[in-house]
């Protein structure tokens, strides 16, 4: 029996009727002719290497009166009928009418008396592909996980020898009783761990200081770039110039910045790595970088269009892993998140790029500042019975409308491999990352490369964003404005 970390749970405690706690990929395989990514095949790829795929095998065990954190154990009674499911769009399997299913299927939640997973196979697509939709809660999961998991399940060659395995031994499940006594002894020792966790941030509170010295990082960039930030040289007689991007933890309000409902948008886009890295080269600036100036520019645009461009620079949270090299093999959370403005006040899409790189190095420098461990380590001690009770009168309310989280979108790029992959010998043709949305958070961007292409995955909130395909096919036209500039084109 494993317990789960405080970031892990806080997932579940922020769960309500419109806000859910799984993520999801859809993934495009090419069968060559066969059932290879089929349903009957697919349940034996996982019977085979159930071993291999722990956040699959592994059922929560709640303490009563939310005392402590739940636990995982060995579900005794795992059905992998169950767990994976077949589905199929009508003639001709058009991306929307994909998209569109997997839509409806993101907005049902988990069953929490099972494991926090669900597979379906979805036929029906042109060319005689098949697609496979995973939902897995993020309790069980973080993006490194995820790739984890991934690489237990997809093979280098299509005819890839068995890996066959001894599950662990199934669990009893405890009683509520003897549940009740772990939290009892928890409670018991808690105040000792908080007290060693205020002493040891009491020590790290100098590192703060140097974590927003963006002097330093203005230092690092063209000047022009540095004035916008209200930073670099300057004369005695200068005028004050007032930092417009990373000044203060505000961001302006938009139609992704309310109270969102149950439903959900999903539209999907890919482009060539190739291009992107042109970019990269021709301007100076990272891959990551790019992404993000495809994703400004292509907010700028939509919201330009809708006459919504806020004048203020729109603010994006970029998740990042912390964990140790210890960890890499590990399942759970262990992530955290920098802020980055993205200019999108910015109408030259070269000077918002180099906004966005001076952005992000100083984000780097603030995560930089304070131990890995320490960032998620701090989420451990918020008292579950408490975080659990606010976090469902919070759902209940419109108290989410009324807190200014100091960024306006999720937006997220995880590099993967650059070479195919197989299960069960049907080739991956591509990897959408599926996430998820909250509250005040109503679009969520992510990114995936894989073998010379950058799948984008966008999510959003059905009612505010109800035409999230023309938001996707915005981004394509942002990375052709920024080739034309950089003469890659």
């Known amino acids: 029996m494993q317990q789960l970390t405080g970031v892990d749970a806080s997932f ?9 706690g799984h993520v999801s990929s859809l993934i495009v395989y090419d069968p060559k002719d066969s059932d290879s990514a089929g349903y009957e095949a697919t349940k034996a790829l996982f019977a ?17 009166l939310d005392l402590d954190h739940p636990y995982w154990v060995e579900d005794p009674d795992l059905d992998l009928d169950f767990h994976i499911r077949q589905t199929a769009v009508a003639p001709p399997g058009t991306d929307e009418q994909l998209s569109e299913l997997v839509s409806r299927i993101i907005a049902r939640p988990l069953d929490r008396s099972r494991p926090l997973w669900e597979l379906y196979v979805i036929h029906g ?19 490194v996980g ?24 199934p669990e009893r499940i405890p009683t509520q009783e003897e549940m009740l006594l772990r939290g009892l002894a928890s409670l018991a020792t808690r105040p000792y761990k ?24 203005a230092k690092a960039v063209p000047e022009p770039v540095a004035q916008l ?34 439903h959900r948008r999903f539209a999907y886009t890919s482009v060539a790595l190739e291009r992107v890295k042109a970019v990269k080269s021709a301007l100076g600036v990272t891959v990551n970088d790019v ?42 959370n262990r992530v955290s998140g920098m802020l980055a403005a993205l200019a999108t006040d910015v109408a030259d899409p070269i000077e918002r790029l180099h906004v966005i790189h001076a952005e992000t ?15 998620t380590d701090v989420a451990e001690f918020a008292p579950p019975a408490i975080f659990a009770r606010a976090s469902r009168v919070m759902a209940r309310t419109a108290i989410a409308n009324r807190i200014d989280p100091p960024f306006n979108l999720i937006i997220s790029n995880v590099p993967g491999p650059q070479f195919p992959l197989y299960a069960g010998g049907a080739e991956m043709l591509s990897y959408i990352p599926v996430s998820a949305v909250a509250d005040t958070q109503g679009l969520n961007m992510t990114i995936m490369s894989y073998n010379g292409r950058c799948d984008f995955g966008l999510v959003a909130c059905r009612d505010a964003v109800p035409d999230l395909w023309v938001l996707c096919h915005l981004l394509e036209d942002a990375l052709a404005e920024l080739e034309d500039v950089a003469g890659v084109r």
């Open 12 to 20: 579940l405690y922020m769960e309500s009727p419109t806000t859910f």
């Open 291 to 332: 992404v993000l100036g495809m994703c400004a520019g292509a907010l700028r645009s939509y919201l330009n269009k809708h006459g919504e461009l806020p004048e203020e620079s729109l603010r994006c949270l970029i998740p990042v892993s912390v964990r140790t090299d210890d960890e890499a093999l590990s399942y759970g």
């Open 48 to 64: 085979e290497r159930l071993h291999l795929l722990d956040p699959m095998r592994r059922r929560l065990v709640h303490v009563p």
């Open 194 to 217: 908080q007290g060693r966790l205020a002493v040891r941030m009491l020590r790290e509170l100098p590192q703060i200081g140097k974590a927003f010295d963006w002097g330093n990082v």
């Open 361 to 375: 190095l100083r984000a780097k420098e603030s995560l930089g500042a304070l131990p890995a461990d320490l960032l």
């Open 146 to 169: 995820g790739a984890q998991l991934l690489a237990n399940i997809l093979d280098l060659e299509p005819d890839a020898p068995p890996r066959p395995g001894v599950c662990p031994e």
């Open 125 to 143: 697509l042109a060319d005689g592909r098949i697609a496979q939709l995973t939902k897995i809660h993020h309790a069980a999961i973080d993006g």
């Open 229 to 262: 930030f209200g930073q670099g040289a300057r004369r005695e007689e200068d005028e004050p110039v007032e930092i417009s991007h990373t000044g203060g933890l505000t961001r302006p309000s938009t139609r992704f910045n309310n109270k969102i409902g149950p």
